[in-house]
C-alpha cells in the first residue's frame, strides 16, 4: 500500500504522530466522554498503534453497552499491531487512507454517531502528494479553503465531523495550534456553528514531551447539519493529564460561564477569566482604536539565503575587502532593547553580532574587486548557491528586496512585543519584520503608543506560540494588533526607553496606560487592571508551559 508519508522511515513517521504517544488516561478520559449509548457507530480515523482502540472497548465493556468500532489505518504494520492488542469481533478494521476511503464513508446512509481519537500533527508538504490532493478535495466540497501550509490534523477533523449523524459527538487529542493559526480558521468557526456545546481542555504542562507539541482536548456534541447560533464554548486547564476526571470537569463548567467566539477573535482568548475575556472583548472593538495596518505595512525581513554567507562581520569585510558592497543590519532582536534604534544601539550590536549584509544589487560583475570574487568563490565551494533561496536567483549571490524600513517589529516574541523607530537607518533580516509608515505620522509616537496592556493583552490573542514558550506574529497577525493612537497625545519616548533598558515593562505600562487608556479612551483604572491582567495570564501560559 502507498505510504501517506513521503518519508519511509517508520521511527519518523511515528515520531510526528501524536497517535503513538497519547497517554492512557487521556484515552480513557475522550472514551469515558464519548461513548454514551448502546449500538452506537464510532469510528477512529487514524487508530495508529491501537492505544484509543484499546480505551474504547474497555470503556464500553465497563458500562455495558454494545458499540460497532471502525478502526481505519494506513500503516500495515501499526494496524497489524492495533489487531494483536484488540482481539473483538464488533472491529471494522480497515487498512486504508482515510481521506481516500472518506468519499464512500461519506455516502453511506448510516453515518457515526461518534469520533474519537488522535489524528496525525504532519504538514501537508510531507505527505504523499496524491493522498493530499484527494482530501483537498473532499474539503472543497465540504466548503473549506485548504491550503499546502496546512497541518493534516485539522483535514481529520475537518472531514470526520462530516461523518457525524445529527446528535453526534467528537473527542480528538489535537494541537493547540487549533486555538490560533489561521488555516485553521474555518475549522474554529465551523464547529461553533455546527455543534450544541464545546469542551476545550488545556494542560499546563506538555503531556507529549517527546515532540513538543502543545495539545489540548476537543470535545464537541450535538452536532446539527445546519448552521446554526454560535454554541457555548468552556474551558478548563489543568496541571497534567493526572487531574483528568469527569466529576472534576463537569463541576468546573458548571459553575463557569460559557463564552462565545466571533471573527477576530481567537480561541486562545477562551483561557482567560470570564472578566478578563469581556473586558477585551469590549475594548478591542473601541472606536477609538486603530488597526496597526491603517498606518504602517509590515512586511518580512530580509531573505538572504544563507544568514551565515551573507551576513558579515568586520573579520570578514577586512579580508576579502567588502566594505563598499555592504549595507548596515539588524539581525537579532537582542540586540534591540529600546523603542528607539539609533546610531548608539547599532555600534553595540556591530561588536556583538555580525551586523552588514552583503548587498550587490545593480553591481555588474566586471565591477567586482577581487576579493568579492574570492568570497562568491568561497560561497560556491560551501554550496551557498544551491540553497533554493539562491538557486531560483538570477544571480544567486545577489539578495532582493533590501530596503530600509521606517522601524521594525518583533517576528518572535519572549514577554512582550516591541514595534521600533529605526533611527539609525539600518536593514533587517527576516527574524524581524519591517513597518513602513503609509500615513504622514510620527513614527517614534507610534512605537510609543505600541507599548500598552491592550495592544500587549490583544497580541497573545493574535499571535501563535509554539514549543518553548514564544509568540510569534507573523504579517497580517500584526497588521491586525488594535493601537490607541492619539496624535494630540505626546508620549516621553526617553523615559520609555531608559524603563526599555531597565526591562521596567510594568513602570512603562502604567505610564502608556494612563496617558492612553485612562485619559484618551476614557477607561477606569478597573478596566486597565483586567486588561494587565489579560495579557500576563495569557503570557505566563505560554512561557511557563513545559
Known amino acids: 500500500m502507498t505510504s501517506i508519508f513521503k518519508s519511509k522511515d517508520l521511527a519518523t513517521k511515528q515520531k510526528l504522530r501524536g497517535g503513538y504517544y497519547t497517554p492512557k488516561k487521556i484515552a480513557n478520559y ?70 481516500r476511503v472518506y468519499g464512500n464513508l461519506k455516502n453511506t446512509n448510516d453515518k457515526f454517531d461518534v469520533v474519537i481519537g488522535n489524528p496525525p500533527f504532519i504538514r501537508f508538504q510531507h505527505f504523499d502528494d496524491e493522498s493530499r490532493d484527494v482530501a483537498f478535495g473532499h474539503l472543497r466540497d465540504a466548503g473549506y479553503k485548504p491550503t499546502k501550509l496546512a497541518n493534516s490534523w485539522a483535514a481529520f477533523v475537518q472531514l470526520s465531523i462530516e461523518l457525524l449523524n445529527d446528535g453526534g459527538r467528537l473527542g480528538m487529542v489535537i494541537p493547540a495550534e487549533i486555538l490560533q493559526v ?18 476545550l481542555v488545556g494542560f499546563k504542562k506538555l503531556v507529549f514531551p517527546d515532540i513538543q507539541q502543545e495539545v489540548v482536548l476537543l470535545l464537541a456534541e450535538g452536532k446539527h447539519s445546519k448552521e446554526g447560533c ?84 568586520d573579520d570578514v569585510i577586512n579580508k576579502y575587502d567588502l ?40 553591481i555588474d560583475e566586471k565591477d567586482f574587486s577581487a576579493g568579492l570574487k574570492d568570497y562568491i568563490t568561497l560561497g560556491e565551494v560551501e554550496g551557498v548557491n544551491k540553497g533554493y533561496k539562491c538557486r ?20 518572535q516574541i519572549h514577554k512582550y512585543p516591541l514595534l521600533v523607530f529605526n533611527e539609525a537607518q539600518v536593514a533587517c533580516t527576516d527574524t524581524i519584520h519591517r513597518v513602513r509608515l503609509l500615513k504622514d505620522i510620527n513614527m517614534p509616537q507610534l512605537c510609543a503608543s505600541f507599548i500598552n496592556s491592550l495592544t500587549f493583552a490583544w497580541s497573545e490573542v493574535c499571535g501563535r506560540s509554539y514549543g518553548g514558550g514564544v509568540l510569534e506574529l507573523e504579517t497580517k497577525e500584526s497588521e491586525e494588533l488594535p493601537i490607541p493612537y492619539c496624535e494630540d497625545i505626546i508620549l516621553d519616548l526617553k523615559l520609555i526607553d531608559d524603563f526599555l533598558e531597565k526591562k521596567d515593562i510594568d513602570s512603562i505600562l502604567d505610564y502608556v496606560d494612563n496617558k492612553l487608556l485612562v485619559e484618551y479612551m476614557g477607561m477606569s483604572t478597573k478596566d486597565v487592571q483586567v486588561l494587565r491582567e489579560s495579557w500576563i495570564t495569557l503570557r505566563d501560559r505560554r512561557i511557563n508551559r513545559k
Not at 182 to 199: G, N, T, W
Not at 279 to 290: A, G, M, P
Open 230 to 313: 454560535v454554541c457555548d464554548v468552556h474551558t478548563i486547564e489543568l496541571k497534567d493529564e493526572s487531574e483528568l476526571d469527569t466529576a472534576l470537569l463537569t463541576q468546573t463548567i458548571k459553575h463557569a460561564e460559557a463564552k462565545h467566539t466571533r471573527p477576530g477573535m481567537k480561541w486562545t482568548s477562551f483561557f482567560l477569566s470570564e472578566d478578563c475575556f469581556v473586558s477585551l472583548d469590549k475594548w478591542q472593538r473601541s472606536e477609538k482604536l486603530t488597526k496597526l495596518g491603517e498606518l504602517v505595512s509590515v512586511d518580512v525581513g530580509i531573505v538572504t539565503g544563507r544568514n551565515k554567507f551573507f551576513v558579515l562581520d
Open 392 to 411: 531560483v536567483r538570477k544571480r544567486w549571490f545577489e539578495v532582493p528586496s533590501i530596503y530600509i524600513s521606517d522601524g521594525f517589529l518583533f517576528r
Open 30 to 99: 475522550l472514551s469515558d466522554w464519548s461513548l454514551r449509548n448502546n449500538n452506537e457507530k464510532v469510528i477512529e480515523p487514524s487508530c495508529g498503534d491501537g492505544n484509543f482502540i484499546e480505551s474504547v472497548l474497555e470503556t464500553a465493556h465497563t458500562k455495558n453497552i454494545n458499540i460497532d468500532l471502525l478502526a481505519v489505518e494506513i500503516d500495515a504494520e501499526e494496524i497489524d499491531k492495533a489487531k494483536n492488542r484488540n482481539e473483538d469481533n464488533n472491529i471494522q478494521w480497515l487498512n486504508e487512507d482515510f481521506f
Open 323 to 362: 566594505k563598499k558592497y555592504c549595507t548596515p543590519m539588524v539581525g537579532r532582536t537582542s540586540a534591540i532593547n529600546k523603542a528607539n534604534f539609533d546610531h548608539n544601539m547599532f555600534q553595540n550590536a556591530s561588536e556583538k553580532y555580525p551586523s552588514y549584509l552583503l548587498d550587490l544589487k545593480g
Open 182 to 199: 489561521k488555516y485553521a480558521s474555518e475549522l474554529r468557526e465551523r464547529i461553533v456553528k455546527h455543534f450544541d456545546h464545546v469542551i
